[in-house]
């Protein structure tokens, strides 16, 4: 089409509104259909001189200048279904649309016009759910099922919801290059990649959890653009800036000049997914890579759009802060930005220590000891502005302020297990007590907890980091991910570096796909996740929101949470070390209530589980704790004092 450019005009059936007037936009940018017909274009392009809009089977079309730098056009005989492109000057290379809903060839394709509003949504009386009932599940559609598409994902979610799990977190599916890779180099932030399906099952995705009681979120990026399909620059050099640093690559321009449009590109987003895709929130990606010194951060402005766009819905947006600021959680009245938790990454790395005993890279400022845990649940935050030595500077900010629910907990996350070199999972790291008992504690903590996909029923299938790039990139990709690994001395040695799995092979993408006939095989944990989800959501203590209670170390590798209730109260006892006879307990918190004595209410030990059995809870009137246990106490009258 490079000759037809050279006769561009506004073409029939072209002008900058429909004739009835104003055009009708949901979005600021992209290709939208009008309420009386045909297709209303608008892109921001201020670096261009003249815009043309190329429609396959019509003729390509000139673009009017607007106030700003934009450029808009409305085509009468556009039509969902059909593929566009923009060309930049008379560029000999048309561009696909910044904001384009749908890529169907990759992020170097053409974009497709995209009707938003043909699918038929049956969630009109779904609102929600409250943060204080989440329990999050992350997972990979790629790699979910075998099919790696959301209609397969989407047959899964029974499963989830029988399991206890209320929110589906979505890692990111913003269109990237190649056949597989986990999002996070995504280009085009408005076109759910191709390589899942199109963007109406994504919807019917979303339709089905909530049908099922699920919400779901969805991890975006907003800190960078992948390497390869970018072409924001070519549209406007504003998009970035080289103000700040970043790790991986541009920082987005969100305080600079043109800042404005930028802004409102990532808002727009941001509402976007929400709006068109029913969406309940989202996992800000690495927010501390997000810089703005403005007045009115973006954080906070996405947060009011996320607000906006879900009217009467309830949503949830988690951010990653590897800094631990806790500014990010408060309300603005009280000068933050209005996000409803972040992930603490403090819980984890304790529990790695504790579980595996590596204490290397930045697991070496975490001791795994007792008292960590018993913070963790009663602070949030573990560092809220202490010496970081793995840093060499203070990590994290104070958050005594914040509610026990503004603090994700996991044992499993797509980083960390991929960071252990070979993706294994934490079950086949330790043994199995210590890990019935750790994963105990992380599903009955006050925080909210995070499952990832597998990690219910202790899946065998590792997850390590996969992206398809063209030759040269995949070589720097591997490059770079094996000097990441390299600051864990165990995996620095030149036999480990061999043996780490190639990001660009497609077998390590394979292998990284669930096998969900383990849910069969894995009966026991599969029962122990139910079990204390169950516990978690149904107990009369336990189950409620927000909780009362406070907590204490034991022993060596001991500890205990308080669960105070109306008349009744909760022990949630945890031992990662052997056998432990409380003789002395001069701990108030173990005491039972008057005229009253503890009994069994779960056990980790459960042969359900796997476990070899639970001795009786007394001897001679003192309380024995089993090794490698996690037991969940309740009042009984002092005539069951030997019950065990």
């Not at 800190?223 to 399909?229: A, F, R, S, T």
């Not at 700040?244 to 727009?268: C, H, L, Q, S």
């Not at 914040?402 to 996350?413: G, I, T």
Request: charged share 25%; glycine share 10%; net charge negative.
């Amino acid at each position: 089409m490079c000759a037809d450019i050279l006769d561009l005009s506004a073409g029939a059936g072209a002008s900058a509104r429909p004739p009835e007037g104003k055009p009708v936009r949901r979005l600021p940018v992209g290709a939208e259909l009008q309420p009386d017909g045909g297709v209303h274009f608008r892109v921001w392009a201020p670096r261009c001189r003249e815009m043309a809009v190329e429609i396959e089977g019509l003729e390509p079309v000139l673009l009017e200048p607007e106030p700003r730098g934009y450029f808009s056009a409305w085509l009468r005989d556009a039509e969902p279904g059909m593929q566009y492109r923009f060309r930049l000057d008379r560029d000999e290379q048309p561009l696909p649309d910044p904001a384009s809903r749908f890529q169907p060839e990759g992020p170097h394709g053409s974009s497709e016009i995209v009707d938003p509003t043909k699918f038929t949504w049956t969630d009109s009386e779904w609102r929600g759910r409250r943060r204080e009932e989440l329990v999050l599940y992350e997972l990979h559609i790629g790699t979910f099922t075998p099919e790696g598409s959301w209609e397969a994902a989407a047959r899964e979610l029974s499963a989830l919801a029988e399991l206890g799990i209320t929110c589906v977190e979505v890692m990111p599916v913003a269109e990237f290059p190649g056949r597989f890779g986990w999002g996070y180099d995504g280009v085009d932030l408005f076109a759910p990649t191709r390589l899942y399906g199109r963007p109406d099952d994504f919807r019917r995705f979303v339709d089905r959890a909530h049908g099922l009681g699920l919400a779901v979120i969805l991890d975006v990026v907003y800190n960078h653009l992948g390497p390869d399909g970018n072409y924001l620059k070519r549209f406007s050099d504003s998009y970035f800036t080289e103000r700040y640093k970043n790790e991986w690559g541009e920082a987005i321009n969100f305080d600079g000049p043109d800042a404005g449009p930028v802004r409102e590109f990532f808002i727009t987003n941001a509402g976007y997914w929400i709006e068109e895709f029913h969406l309940d929130g989202l996992r800000l990606d690495a927010t501390q890579q997000i810089f703005d010194s403005s007045d009115d951060h973006i954080l906070a402005a996405i947060m009011r759009r996320v607000r906006e766009a879900a009217g009467d819905r309830l949503t949830f947006v988690v951010g990653e802060n590897e800094p631990q600021h806790a500014r990010l959680m408060r309300p603005p009245e009280r000068g933050g930005y209005g996000l409803d938790a972040l992930v603490n990454d403090d819980f984890h790395h304790s529990a790695i220590v504790a579980l595996t005993g590596r204490d290397e890279a930045y697991y070496t400022d975490y001791c795994g000891g007792p008292q960590e845990f018993v913070s963790a649940a009663r602070h949030g935050f573990l560092y809220q502005g202490q010496y970081y030595c793995w840093q060499q500077k203070r990590r994290g900010t104070p958050a005594f302020d914040l509610p026990a629910e503004s603090f994700v907990v996991f044992l499993e996350n797509h980083d960390q297990i991929a960071n252990s070199g070979a993706g294994r999972r934490l079950h086949q790291l330790t043994s199995p007590g210590r890990y019935r008992a750790m994963a105990a504690y992380t599903l009955l903590m006050p925080g909210l907890p995070m499952l990832f996909q597998g990690q219910e029923f202790g899946s065998t299938k590792p997850f390590v980091y996969f992206a398809d790039h063209r030759p040269e990139l995949a070589d720097a990709v591997r490059q770079g991910r094996a000097e990441f690994l390299r600051q864990f001395p165990s995996l620095a040695s030149p036999e480990m570096q061999e043996r780490l799995a190639d990001p660009a092979d497609p077998d390590s993408f394979r292998r990284s796909v669930l096998d969900l006939s383990e849910r069969e095989s894995h009966t026991e944990i599969l029962a122990l996740h139910r079990d204390l989800l169950a516990l978690r959501r149904d107990d009369p203590v336990l189950g409620k929101r927000p909780v009362r209670m406070d907590g204490a170390v034991i022993g060596e590798r001991a500890w205990i949470l308080r669960y105070f209730g109306a008349g009744e109260d909760r022990l949630l006892i945890v031992n990662l070390g052997q056998d432990l006879t409380l003789e002395p307990g001069p701990e108030p918190l173990l005491a039972p209530s008057e005229d009253q004595a503890w009994r069994i209410l779960w056990s980790s030990e459960a042969p359900d589980y796997g476990g070899g059995g639970t001795p009786a809870l007394y001897r001679d009137a003192i309380l024995h704790i089993p090794g490698e246990a996690a037991l969940v106490l309740a009042p009984a009258a002092v005539a069951e004092e030997g019950d065990g």
